[in-house]
């Protein structure tokens, strides 16, 4: 009876890859490792781990998808409410493997498009990248100036992941540094006691 079921359910994910690649006219892309930080080079580690954190916020099952009703959620908490049939078509847009919700690439993938200016003005997508931009009355003209200078010093740096990466591996040694002063105070502390 579960073989059965199971069947069933690969049968319909199939039927629905095949539906909706010959809508595309191509068959889905899907890359066979999904590394974030090589095909989203227009983002900084720093505004990948943010949207990474937004998307495990809202994905409420912990299944690493945000499903019709997160994405329902999400949106009413950004302030931006969206009608059910308005919420199936931003999932749409995005939705790569035809599996009606998002991954976390698709989720990128919002972000990716609203950059490049690929969504539509009245697209909910369009709503949701832009309640994560910059407010401009809320941080004012000097605020906005600082954003976009520093996001084209950002965008200008080749090198900015490295940059990044250096810093956090700097961190991480001087906490290491700090955890060995700290053991042998304590060990210097402790023969004392002891003696």
Partial sequence: MASEELAQKLQRRLQLEESGAAAEGEAP???AVFNP??????FSRRQIKDMERMFRLYD??????????ELK???EKLGAP??????????????????GKLSFREFLLIFHKAAAGELE???GLLTLAKLSEID?????????KNFFEAKVQALSSASKFEAEIKAEQDERKREEEER???????RELKSAFTQ
């Fill in 29 to 31: 892309r899907r890359a």
């Fill in 136 to 144: 401009v009355s809320i941080e004012g003209v000097k605020g906005a």
């Fill in 73 to 75: 959620l999400m949106m």
């Fill in 60 to 69: 409420s099952g912990r299944d690493g998808y945000i499903d019709l009703m």
């Fill in 121 to 123: 003005e009245d697209s």
């Fill in 37 to 42: 930080y090589t095909e989203f080079k227009e």
């Fill in 82 to 99: 969206q009608t059910h049939l308005g919420l199936k078509n931003m999932i749409k847009e995005v939705d790569e493997d035809f599996d």
């Fill in 180 to 186: 060995k002063h700290r053991r042998a105070a304590f």
